[in-house]
């Protein structure tokens, strides 16, 4: 059954609701997932040529956040950060100028969802004009309306990141509808969507994991994924401690498996090698804030450099993309900033 299953996703048939949960029914040992995690890199390397890339994110602030998501380090009640933070400008164009330098295949902009839209805009024209015309820009930031979406569009953004996450309305304070709507804004305005199966835990069910698979699947994204939860010490979710990377291998080939052929994309996150060799072919460096991390500049402890992500894909011998992010396609029609 699971022989069936795989060959009618490597044949570009979309699988239905129990033929994804019969996928990830799949022990993590047995041979059945080794031919999943063979599969899902197959069709990864088909869809993206054999290619994968390398994206990196500056988390601008830090601040006591009201939407209070209990997988975050910046969630008010978890008290991590209790104090604001904000990165001063020219520190953020200097990280922006060295990923590009890096040779990253495009920059995230991260801030926390209740920092102020429009200083989000100013700062993030700041960035544009300091980069390279063909440089990718990515916005990592809280829900907002199709007018906001148009602005960011004329900022010189190509894309989004925004999901729906595991535990949404629950363990956090955002339903899931603004959570769509917002993507469904981004679109409209000409904004790609990338997109993720995350913060995954050890107890969320098998049925909340096929749910959030099929939401991230019929967004038509530019890529999906899975990614892990990090516990942060001393919060409600810390006692549920973490799925490991083993498993995780298991979740991503199956979200690969489960994702139509035309979403080139495969993301995991944080990066590691049983990843990248699941299918997973984008990897994020970070410095700045980092909503899994417990110290302000993230580069510090958790987050990864650019070189240190290419040397993971390369591990799994991975061709690494060289110039701008090919998920993210729509770079070419940002509109130049005036002076």
Not at 229 to 234: A, S, W
Not at 251 to 277: K, M, Q, S, W, Y
Not at 318 to 325: F, K, Q, T
């Amino acid at each position: 059954m699971i022989q069936k299953i795989v060959e009618k996703s490597l044949n570009d048939k979309e699988l239905s609701e129990k033929e994804i949960k019969d996928l990830f029914k799949v022990p993590v040992f047995s041979k059945e997932s080794s031919l999943l995690l063979w599969a899902a890199r197959k069709k990864s390397a088909q869809v993206s040529n054999g290619v994968a890339e390398v994206h990196a994110q500056i988390g601008l602030n830090i601040a006591p956040c009201p939407q209070n998501c209990l997988f975050c380090s910046f969630a008010a009640r978890n008290k991590v950060f209790t104090d604001s933070f904000e990165l001063p400008i020219d520190d953020a164009v200097f990280q922006a100028r060295q990923f590009e330098t890096e040779k990253a295949n495009a920059i995230y902009l991260m801030a926390t969802a209740n920092y102020p839209f429009e200083k989000f805009i100013e700062t993030s024209k700041e960035i544009r004009r300091a980069l390279k015309r063909d440089t990718v820009l990515v916005a990592n930031i809280g829900d907002f309306t199709i007018a906001q979406a148009q602005e960011l569009k004329h900022v010189g953004f190509s894309g989004i990141y925004h999901a729906v996450r595991l535990g949404e309305n629950h363990d956090t304070c955002i339903p899931v509808e603004k959570r769509l709507e917002t993507m469904r804004n981004a679109q409209e305005a000409g904004l790609l969507v990338g997109t993720c199966v995350e913060p995954v835990g050890i107890e969320h069910s098998m049925d909340e994991l096929v749910e959030k698979t099929i939401i991230t699947r019929d967004i038509k994204p530019v890529y999906s994924g899975a990614a892990r939860r990090i516990p942060i010490p001393h919060t409600k979710l810390a006692q549920y401690g973490v799925v490991s990377e083993a498993k995780m291998a298991l979740i991503l080939a199956v979200v690969r498996l489960a994702l139509d052929g035309d979403i080139r994309g495969n993301c995991t996150h944080e990066p590691n090698v049983l990843g990248a060799f699941a299918g997973a072919n984008l990897l994020w460096a970070e410095v700045g804030s980092n909503p899994r991390d417990t110290i302000k500049d993230t580069e510090k402890k958790r987050g990864m450099s650019v070189k240190n992500c290419i040397s993971i894909l390369k591990e799994v011998e991975w061709n690494v993309l060289e110039g701008p992010s090919q998920f993210y396609r729509a770079y070419e029609a940002y509109k130049e900033i005036g002076p």
